[in-house]
């Protein structure tokens, strides 16, 4: 079936950077946007950052000029290059795809989550 694994998370120190990667697989015709989501104890799931199949981004306030989403269509990875960390960025950070298929089935994927700790 088709699956999105996150890795890449981990504890970093505030002014620290992290590199989350995601990759899909299984039966995939063609994946469209993809994004990166987080959430934090006791708050609502939140986007942090998508990017179309041409490559146009979009960012959170909280994080643009200190994160950059990007993907490897033919490698079915999306990235996200954390800089600048802040303890508020602390979250489970999730992938999320919109993927067609090879039954040409249209639907949203969510991958496991992956931890992200910022210390101050």
């Known amino acids: 079936q088709v699956q999105l694994v996150e890795s890449g998370g981990g504890l970093v120190q505030a002014g620290g950077s992290l590199r989350l990667s995601c990759a899909a697989s299984g039966p995939i015709s063609s994946i469209n946007d993809m994004a990166w989501y987080c959430q934090a104890p006791g708050k609502q799931r939140e986007l942090v950052a998508s990017?179309?199949?041409?490559?146009?981004?979009k960012y959170a306030d909280s994080v643009k000029g200190r994160f950059a989403i990007s993907r490897d269509n033919a490698e079915r990875m999306v990235y996200l290059q954390m800089n600048s960390l802040k303890p508020e960025d602390t979250a489970v950070y999730y992938c999320?795809?919109?993927?067609?298929?090879?039954?040409?089935?249209?639907?949203?994927?969510w991958g496991q989550g992956t931890q992200v700790t910022v210390s101050s």
């Open positions: 990017i179309t199949q041409s490559g146009i981004t």
């Open positions: 999320s795809a919109r993927i067609v298929d090879s039954g040409y089935l249209y639907q949203n994927y």
